[in-house]
T-cell receptor, first 113, second 111 residues
Framework: DAGVIQSPRHEVTEMGQEVTLRCKPI?????LFWYRQTMMRGLELLIY????????DSGMPEDRFSAKMPNASFSTLKIQPSEPRDSAVYFC???????????FGPGTRLTVL | EDQVTQSPEALRLQEGESSSLNCSYT??????LFWYRQDPGKGPEFLFT???AGEEKEKERLKATLTKKESFLHITAPKPEDSATYLC????????????FGKGTHLIIQP
């Protein structure tokens, strides 16, 4: 049974470029979460969706970040324009219901030069 | 504001040397305390969920316990393959379903 799938696994880009991270949740899961992990701040929630609807985006750093979930099997996190301080590992997690156990993907390591 | 503090930040043990990791939390209405294991370059892997003070859960050499202020992850007779970063997280009361994580304890088990 496939777990959460994220792509790309690694992304290196230059400051000012647009970056799109992708996530496919576990089939049948109705909730999807985006987290960011840095050495300084640890794992932080950015945004989460229930049944494809954004519920809480209070963790999104600023307007340069946006997330969408056009259907139950796909979500994107976009950064435009990217900045060096956005360098981090971005994780996607999904759960059956919003208050069930969250299962994490392998992450996307983003480096902005 | 919800807060999770883990200690120690790093711990080095000899194989077979038992110890405990601490997770102290401040949260408005706990709706679950979670332990995850994270290996280098991978996503967090779920271990346990605890919901109420006094609850305990076990899996192989790991046992998690919960009080009103903190949780402990006890590791009995660890093996080198138990080396990882252990993350603690809480789900607060109210409507928010995202998790608030501690920064983790980096555990190294030496053979």
């Amino acid at each position: 049974d496939a777990g959460v799938i994220q792509s790309p696994r690694h992304e290196v880009t230059e400051m000012g470029q647009e970056v799109t991270l992708r996530c496919k949740p576990i089939s049948g899961h109705n909730s999807l979460f985006w987290y960011r992990q840095t050495m300084m701040r640890g794992l932080e929630l950015l945004i989460y969706f229930n049944n494809n609807v954004p519920i809480d985006d209070s963790g999104m750093p600023e307007d340069r970040f946006s997330a969408k979930m056009p259907n139950a099997s796909f979500s994107t996190l976009k950064i435009q324009p990217s900045e060096p301080r956005d360098s981090a590992v971005y994780f996607c997690a999904s759960s059956l219901g919003s208050d069930d156990t969250q299962y994490f993907g392998p992450g996307t390591r983003l480096t902005v030069l | 504001e919800d807060q999770v503090t883990q200690s120690p930040e790093a711990l080095r043990l000899q194989e077979g040397e038992s110890s405990s990791l601490n997770c102290s939390y401040t949260v408005s209405g706990l709706r679950g305390l979670f332990w995850y294991r994270q290996d280098p370059g991978k996503g967090p892997e779920f271990l346990f969920t605890l919901y109420s003070a006094g609850e305990e859960k076990e899996k192989e050499r790991l046992k998690a316990t919960l009080t009103k202020k903190e949780s402990f992850l006890h590791i009995t007779a660890p093996k080198p393959e138990d080396s990882a970063t252990y993350l603690c997280a809480v789900r607060p009361g109210g409507g928010a379903d995202g998790l608030t994580f501690g920064k983790g304890t980096h555990l190294i088990i030496q053979p």
